[in-house]
């Protein structure tokens, strides 16, 4: 497993931007496929990105599509998800994971399941 840590939540206008990051510690990131997932109050878990051990492919879920960008530092060992556009509908807890690079992996990426590592998550709150 790889220890995580988010930053970079906090509480925006709708139509702002935010970068996330999510520090790694531990095994290499770079053996990991990478995720962030959401959660509101209330509401269930939910995919938002992921990103391939060497970075080549990147996957959305539908609600972020075109909005966020998840992508990789391999010297800083850390994962960026940018957001622009920003809903109050994003409003929720965001939290990095970590995933072993498997097929169930690449078939399965939007999956929590996969994933075995997780960080304390960042809140982020989008308000008028």
């Known amino acids: 497993q790889v220890q995580l840590v988010e930053s970079g939540g906090g509480l925006v206008k709708p139509g702002d931007s935010l970068r996330l990051s999510c520090a790694a510690s531990?095994?290499?990131?770079?053996?990991?496929?990478m995720g962030w997932f959401r959660q509101a109050p209330g509401k269930e878990r939910e995919f938002v990105a992921a990103?391939?051990?060497?970075?080549?492919?990147?996957y959305y879920g539908d609600s972020v599509k075109h909005r966020f960008t998840i992508s990789r530092d391999y010297p800083k060992n850390t994962v960026y998800l940018q957001m622009d556009s920003l809903k109050p509908e994003d409003t929720a807890a965001y939290y990095c994971?970590?995933?072993?690079?498997?097929?169930?992996?690449?078939?399965?990426?939007?999956?929590?399941?996969?994933?075995?590592?997780w960080g304390q998550g960042t809140q982020v709150t989008v308000s008028s």
């Open positions: 994971a970590g995933a072993p690079y498997t097929l169930g992996w690449r078939l399965n990426y939007s999956a929590s399941r996969y994933y075995d590592s």
């Open positions: 531990g095994r290499i990131l770079s053996s990991y496929a």
């Open positions: 990103i391939s051990r060497n970075g080549d492919s990147a």
